[in-house]
């Protein structure tokens, strides 16, 4: 997708948007936003499939969010049971609700592998994003990015790492120097269950 392009999955009210991809490479140059505006979105990310921002242009991936309009919502889901996510040029965001609206982004991770730059989950406002990282998957962050759960009220970010079946090898590392902050203003929640891990480069604020 050309970089003055944005990609909706799930765009205004009324409307719902599934992507499924079990193979080749979808790249974009720009904002990758589902479920936005009232709508309903969700990719089903799986086998060799990889999702990859390529340049970022001034966009984000955005899963769940109000669109920037006022009281509107935006439900997104990001299914990932394996394959990959490359963002390390942009943020990546679940629960984007800096238009007033209660967006709600989730992320289940249970495959596969991202490598991401900032890592908002509940990210400004009235949003609720969720991630759950379980089963044999990774997420690194790069670049000296920071992660935030909850970022400015009443946003509310949950961040999930691990099973309950004791068989998940699920991870999440922070690469370089920068901020790991549970509840920035807003609602954080981090539970760890068997089998995760948490790797982080700096600071800590819960």
Excluded: C, H, K
Excluded at 49 to 77: H, R, W, Y
Excluded at 185 to 194: D, H, I, Y
Aim: proline share 0%; glycine share 24%; charged share 5%.
């Amino acid at each position: 997708v050309g970089q003055n392009y944005s990609t909706f999955v799930g765009q205004n009210s009324n409307s719902v948007g599934v992507y499924n991809i079990s193979g080749g490479s979808f790249n974009f140059n720009n904002w990758l936003a589902v479920g936005r505006d009232n709508g309903v979105g969700m990719i089903n990310l799986s086998g060799s499939g990889a999702l990859n921002m390529i340049s970022g242009n001034g966009g984000n991936i955005d899963i769940g969010n109000s669109g920037g309009f006022n009281g509107q919502l935006g439900t997104g889901v990001l299914n990932q049971s394996g394959g990959s996510v490359s963002n390390v040029v942009a943020g990546t965001w679940l629960g984007e609700g800096s238009g007033g609206g209660a967006a709600n982004g989730t992320w289940n991770m249970t495959g596969g592998i991202a490598w991401l730059g900032y890592l908002g989950i509940g990210y400004n406002g009235s949003g609720t994003g969720q991630l759950s990282i379980s089963g044999n998957s990774s997420i690194t962050v790069y670049n000296s990015n920071a992660i935030e759960l909850g970022r400015v009220s009443p946003g509310t970010g949950i961040l999930t790492i691990g099973s309950t079946n004791g068989s998940s090898t699920g991870s999440l590392t922070q690469i370089g120097s920068a901020d790991f902050n549970v509840g920035n203003q807003g609602n954080g929640v981090l539970t760890m269950l068997s089998g995760g891990t948490l790797t982080l480069g700096n600071q800590t604020t819960m």
